[in-house]
């Protein structure tokens, strides 16, 4: 086997939302594979801050200000990669946002509001990118689901809802241009340690730990939480031509917790 088909050389990656977090993780190791690096996030303070981020890395990543709700921005912002980088090879839909409100205070705008971001965004921006790889002959697209594409929680209607349907929307792009040689498969994340997740970790005021961040711990069997940099193998893997007969592949990334009923209380 030719241990260079996990290389990822000469290949231009957007990662959306890649300033920090899970996004900042998978670019760092796609260029760490030999990609070439362009993310987006929505604010200039955020742009700034993750170009001093990937130079510390030693990536030269290009970010540029685009909402991956607006079909004019995304539009712009694949023009704008395109000419300065080249064709997108490979996608990772990776901006998402998360609320935590009991469904009967949720309103329809919050729902709304996260499937807009979470689901409608990697339409719109696999849909802008689809077109340059279906004419270059071969094609990435990752999606990052969630372990909540397969179970639901309370409080996180819109999240599980959106990434439920994210989840068929992969299976979907994987059958409408397969043909085309295009891969599309998700990552699934576990419970994972960034800001996202924050809320669930703080310490209690009496010093002791969050009691979800105990209950997660108890219900993995790697008996901890993940980290971004768990991420980086299985993003790679997906990017490159050694997953090229994987399609349609959710790969959960989760330390075990969707396999593992719990212990016994
Ligand atoms: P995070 O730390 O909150 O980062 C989210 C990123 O998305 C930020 O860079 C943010 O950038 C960007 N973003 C949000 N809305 C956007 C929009 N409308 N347009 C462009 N960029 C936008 O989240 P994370 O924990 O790294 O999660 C990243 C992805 O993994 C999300 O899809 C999340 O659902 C998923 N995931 C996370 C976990 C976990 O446990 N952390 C587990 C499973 C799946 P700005 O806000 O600066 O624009
Ligand atoms: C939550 C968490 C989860 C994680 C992740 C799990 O509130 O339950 O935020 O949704 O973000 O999606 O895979």
Redesign the pocket.
């Given at each position: 086997m030719d241990m260079n088909s996990f290389r990822l050389d000469g290949k231009v990656a957007l990662v959306?939302?890649?300033?920090?977090?899970?996004?900042f993780a998978m670019a760092e190791a796609l260029a760490c594979a030999g990609a070439k690096i362009a993310f987006?996030?929505?604010?200039q303070k955020?742009l700034d801050k993750a170009m001093e981020d990937y130079a510390a890395k030693g990536i030269e990543a290009k970010g540029y200000i685009?909402?991956?709700?607006d079909e004019t921005q995304v539009a712009e912002l694949v023009a704008a990669i395109e000419k300065d980088m080249g064709t997108i090879d490979i996608l990772v839909n990776?901006?998402?946002?998360?609320k935590r409100i009991p469904m009967l205070e949720m309103t329809a705008d919050d729902f709304r509001q996260v499937v807009d971001?979470?689901l409608n965004?990697p339409f719109i921006v696999a849909k802008a990118v689809l077109p340059g790889m279906i004419k270059k002959g071969h094609g990435k697209i990752i999606n990052?689901?969630?372990?909540m594409s397969e179970l639901g929680r309370e409080t996180i209607a819109g999240?599980a809802a959106a990434?439920g349907g994210l989840k068929m929307l992969t299976k979907n792009i994987c059958s409408e241009f397969g043909e085309s040689n295009i891969q599309c498969n998700g990552i699934?994340?576990?419970?994972?340690a960034?800001?996202?997740?924050a809320p669930l970790r703080e310490p209690q005021a009496d010093g002791s730990r969050h009691p979800f961040d105990q209950f997660i711990v108890a219900k993995t069997p790697a008996g901890r939480w993940?980290t971004?940099e768990d991420l980086q193998g299985p993003v790679v893997f997906l990017a490159s031509d050694a997953s090229n007969f994987v399609n349609g592949h959710i790969l959960y990334v989760d330390g075990g917790i969707l396999a593992y009923i719990g212990k016994q209380p």
């Open positions: 959306t939302g890649g300033a920090y977090g899970i996004g987006n996030v929505r604010s955020n685009a909402d991956v709700t990776n901006a998402g946002i998360i971001i979470d965004g990052v689901c969630s372990m999240y990434k699934g994340p576990g419970y994972i960034t800001p996202q997740t993940g971004p």
